[in-house]
Protein backbone atom coordinates (compact mmCIF):
# COMPACT_ATOMS: atom_id res chain seq x y z
CA UNK A 1 0.00 0.00 0.00
CA UNK A 2 1.72 3.49 -0.64
CA UNK A 3 -1.01 5.71 0.73
CA UNK A 4 -4.19 7.03 -0.20
CA UNK A 5 -5.53 7.74 -3.91
CA UNK A 6 -7.76 9.80 -5.02
CA UNK A 7 -9.16 9.87 -8.37
CA UNK A 8 -9.37 11.98 -10.36
CA UNK A 9 -6.54 14.56 -9.47
CA UNK A 10 -7.84 17.38 -11.30
CA UNK A 11 -11.55 18.43 -12.93
CA UNK A 12 -13.38 20.85 -14.57
CA UNK A 13 -16.91 20.99 -14.93
CA UNK A 14 -19.67 22.91 -15.91
CA UNK A 15 -22.01 24.72 -13.25
CA UNK A 16 -25.11 22.36 -12.81
CA UNK A 17 -23.33 19.07 -13.89
CA UNK A 18 -22.83 16.29 -11.36
CA UNK A 19 -19.51 15.34 -10.24
CA UNK A 20 -18.14 12.15 -8.36
CA UNK A 21 -14.87 11.61 -6.97
CA UNK A 22 -13.19 8.74 -5.70
CA UNK A 23 -10.77 7.68 -3.04
CA UNK A 24 -8.80 4.57 -1.89
CA UNK A 25 -7.46 4.84 1.27
CA UNK A 26 -5.05 2.52 3.05
CA UNK A 27 -6.49 -1.20 3.06
CA UNK A 28 -6.40 -1.87 6.59
CA UNK A 29 -7.65 1.83 7.76
CA UNK A 30 -10.94 1.76 9.10
CA UNK A 31 -11.71 5.15 9.54
CA UNK A 32 -12.19 7.56 6.32
CA UNK A 33 -13.06 11.34 6.24
CA UNK A 34 -13.24 13.47 3.46
CA UNK A 35 -12.57 17.07 3.79
CA UNK A 36 -12.71 20.58 1.67
CA UNK A 37 -9.75 23.03 1.37
CA UNK A 38 -10.35 26.41 -0.36
CA UNK A 39 -7.03 28.68 -1.05
CA UNK A 40 -5.56 29.78 1.32
CA UNK A 41 -7.34 28.03 3.82
CA UNK A 42 -7.47 25.06 6.47
CA UNK A 43 -9.27 22.02 5.45
CA UNK A 44 -12.93 21.79 6.44
CA UNK A 45 -14.65 18.66 7.74
CA UNK A 46 -17.33 17.78 5.28
CA UNK A 47 -17.95 13.80 6.55
CA UNK A 48 -16.97 10.56 8.12
CA UNK A 49 -16.86 6.56 7.69
CA UNK A 50 -16.21 3.68 10.23
CA UNK A 51 -16.32 0.82 8.03
CA UNK A 52 -19.13 1.02 5.69
CA UNK A 53 -21.19 3.21 8.13
CA UNK A 54 -21.46 6.99 7.80
CA UNK A 55 -21.38 8.30 11.04
CA UNK A 56 -21.20 11.94 10.54
CA UNK A 57 -21.47 15.14 8.46
CA UNK A 58 -20.98 18.46 8.24
CA UNK A 59 -23.57 20.57 9.89
CA UNK A 60 -22.88 23.17 7.05
CA UNK A 61 -22.74 20.48 4.31
CA UNK A 62 -25.31 20.98 1.12
CA UNK A 63 -27.87 18.09 0.41
CA UNK A 64 -26.11 18.42 -2.77
CA UNK A 65 -23.44 16.34 -1.26
CA UNK A 66 -23.25 12.48 -0.74
CA UNK A 67 -21.29 10.11 0.08
CA UNK A 68 -20.61 6.52 -0.36
CA UNK A 69 -18.14 3.71 0.81
CA UNK A 70 -19.49 0.20 0.48
CA UNK A 71 -18.27 -2.70 2.07
CA UNK A 72 -15.69 -0.07 3.64
CA UNK A 73 -13.38 0.07 1.18
CA UNK A 74 -12.87 2.44 -1.51
CA UNK A 75 -15.35 5.64 -1.09
CA UNK A 76 -17.42 8.05 -3.34
CA UNK A 77 -18.20 11.87 -3.07
CA UNK A 78 -20.47 13.16 -5.61
CA UNK A 79 -21.62 16.50 -5.75
CA UNK A 80 -24.84 17.57 -7.74
CA UNK A 81 -25.88 20.81 -9.54
CA UNK A 82 -22.47 22.00 -9.22
CA UNK A 83 -22.13 25.72 -8.44
CA UNK A 84 -18.80 27.96 -8.50
CA UNK A 85 -18.86 28.36 -4.60
CA UNK A 86 -17.87 24.41 -4.81
CA UNK A 87 -14.39 24.93 -6.11
CA UNK A 88 -12.19 23.75 -4.06
CA UNK A 89 -9.27 21.22 -3.36
CA UNK A 90 -11.47 17.60 -2.30
CA UNK A 91 -9.40 15.54 0.16
CA UNK A 92 -9.47 12.43 1.76
CA UNK A 93 -8.11 10.61 4.48
CA UNK A 94 -7.86 7.33 6.54
CA UNK A 95 -6.73 6.68 9.98
CA UNK A 96 -6.43 3.46 12.07
CA UNK A 97 -5.44 4.97 15.30
CA UNK A 98 -5.67 8.02 17.26
CA UNK A 99 -7.84 10.96 16.26
CA UNK A 100 -6.15 13.06 14.03
CA UNK A 101 -2.99 10.99 12.89
CA UNK A 102 -4.64 10.84 9.63
CA UNK A 103 -2.68 10.19 6.27
CA UNK A 104 -4.33 12.62 3.38
CA UNK A 105 -4.25 11.99 -0.20
CA UNK A 106 -3.33 14.59 -2.86
CA UNK A 107 -6.76 15.44 -3.27
CA UNK A 108 -9.23 16.28 -6.41
CA UNK A 109 -9.06 20.22 -7.68
CA UNK A 110 -12.64 20.72 -8.68
CA UNK A 111 -13.24 24.21 -10.92
CA UNK A 112 -16.75 24.65 -11.83
CA UNK A 113 -16.97 27.10 -14.41
CA UNK B 1 -16.95 30.18 19.57
CA UNK B 2 -14.45 27.58 18.65
CA UNK B 3 -11.42 29.37 16.73
CA UNK B 4 -7.64 28.83 15.90
CA UNK B 5 -5.47 31.58 14.47
CA UNK B 6 -1.98 30.42 13.00
CA UNK B 7 0.33 33.37 12.53
CA UNK B 8 2.29 34.80 11.29
CA UNK B 9 0.46 33.94 7.61
CA UNK B 10 3.75 33.69 5.98
CA UNK B 11 7.16 33.88 6.82
CA UNK B 12 10.49 33.92 4.82
CA UNK B 13 13.61 32.72 6.67
CA UNK B 14 17.29 32.52 5.80
CA UNK B 15 18.40 28.86 6.40
CA UNK B 16 19.97 28.39 9.63
CA UNK B 17 17.80 31.08 10.98
CA UNK B 18 15.33 29.26 13.58
CA UNK B 19 11.84 30.53 14.59
CA UNK B 20 8.62 29.52 15.98
CA UNK B 21 5.08 29.51 14.20
CA UNK B 22 2.01 30.10 16.42
CA UNK B 23 -1.42 28.49 16.88
CA UNK B 24 -3.32 30.15 18.96
CA UNK B 25 -6.99 28.67 20.00
CA UNK B 26 -10.08 29.24 21.89
CA UNK B 27 -11.98 26.45 22.24
CA UNK B 28 -14.87 24.96 24.99
CA UNK B 29 -12.63 22.01 25.82
CA UNK B 30 -9.51 20.81 23.90
CA UNK B 31 -9.18 17.07 23.16
CA UNK B 32 -6.08 17.51 21.59
CA UNK B 33 -4.17 20.02 19.00
CA UNK B 34 -2.35 18.59 15.92
CA UNK B 35 0.37 20.22 13.36
CA UNK B 36 0.48 18.85 10.08
CA UNK B 37 2.94 20.00 6.98
CA UNK B 38 1.54 20.87 3.41
CA UNK B 39 3.82 20.80 0.34
CA UNK B 40 1.84 22.54 -2.53
CA UNK B 41 -0.60 20.33 -4.61
CA UNK B 42 -1.05 17.66 -1.39
CA UNK B 43 -2.83 16.75 1.43
CA UNK B 44 -1.02 17.36 4.53
CA UNK B 45 1.15 15.07 6.37
CA UNK B 46 0.89 14.54 10.04
CA UNK B 47 3.04 15.56 12.33
CA UNK B 48 2.69 16.06 15.92
CA UNK B 49 -0.49 15.44 18.57
CA UNK B 50 -0.39 17.25 21.89
CA UNK B 51 -3.11 16.79 24.50
CA UNK B 52 -2.54 18.75 27.52
CA UNK B 53 -0.40 21.85 28.49
CA UNK B 54 3.32 21.39 29.64
CA UNK B 55 3.48 18.54 26.23
CA UNK B 56 6.52 19.05 24.40
CA UNK B 57 6.82 16.28 20.57
CA UNK B 58 10.26 16.57 18.41
CA UNK B 59 10.85 15.27 14.85
CA UNK B 60 14.23 16.08 13.28
CA UNK B 61 14.22 20.00 13.62
CA UNK B 62 10.77 20.58 14.61
CA UNK B 63 9.43 20.63 18.22
CA UNK B 64 6.19 21.51 18.99
CA UNK B 65 4.71 22.84 22.56
CA UNK B 66 1.03 23.23 24.08
CA UNK B 67 0.25 25.91 26.40
CA UNK B 68 -3.62 26.34 27.91
CA UNK B 69 -4.19 28.88 24.73
CA UNK B 70 -1.79 28.36 22.07
CA UNK B 71 0.82 25.84 20.71
CA UNK B 72 4.41 26.93 19.19
CA UNK B 73 5.88 24.63 16.35
CA UNK B 74 10.11 25.80 16.62
CA UNK B 75 11.98 25.15 13.79
CA UNK B 76 15.43 24.83 14.61
CA UNK B 77 18.38 25.35 11.67
CA UNK B 78 15.96 25.00 9.05
CA UNK B 79 16.70 23.79 5.09
CA UNK B 80 15.26 24.72 2.24
CA UNK B 81 13.35 21.44 2.44
CA UNK B 82 11.39 22.57 5.61
CA UNK B 83 9.25 25.30 3.34
CA UNK B 84 5.85 24.13 3.37
CA UNK B 85 2.78 25.40 5.14
CA UNK B 86 2.10 24.36 8.77
CA UNK B 87 -1.49 23.58 9.80
CA UNK B 88 -2.72 22.93 13.20
CA UNK B 89 -6.46 21.34 14.11
CA UNK B 90 -7.76 21.42 17.45
CA UNK B 91 -10.12 18.78 18.12
CA UNK B 92 -12.89 20.02 20.83
CA UNK B 93 -15.41 17.85 21.16
CA UNK B 94 -16.06 13.72 20.29
CA UNK B 95 -17.48 14.38 17.17
CA UNK B 96 -15.63 15.81 13.73
CA UNK B 97 -17.99 19.22 13.60
CA UNK B 98 -15.74 20.14 16.00
CA UNK B 99 -12.40 19.52 14.19
CA UNK B 100 -11.24 22.02 13.39
CA UNK B 101 -8.00 23.18 11.47
CA UNK B 102 -6.26 27.07 11.34
CA UNK B 103 -5.80 28.59 7.87
CA UNK B 104 -1.95 27.75 8.10
CA UNK B 105 1.73 29.58 8.11
CA UNK B 106 3.66 29.67 4.50
CA UNK B 107 7.01 29.14 5.52
CA UNK B 108 9.78 29.88 2.82
CA UNK B 109 13.49 28.95 3.74
CA UNK B 110 16.00 30.37 1.54
CA UNK B 111 19.78 28.80 0.98
Known amino acids: DTGVSQDPRHKITKRGQNVTFRCDPISEHNRLYWYRQTLGQGPEFLTY????????KSRLLSDRFSAERPKGSFSTLEIQRTEQGDSAMYLCASSQGPVGAYTFGSGTRLTVV | EDQVTQSPEALRLQEGESSSLNCSYTVSGLRGLFWYRQDPGKGPEFLFT???AGEEKEKERLKATLTKKESFLHITAPKPEDSATYLCAVQAGDNFNKFYFGSGTKLNVKP
Open chain 1, 49 to 56: FQNEAQLE
Open chain 2, 50 to 52: LYS
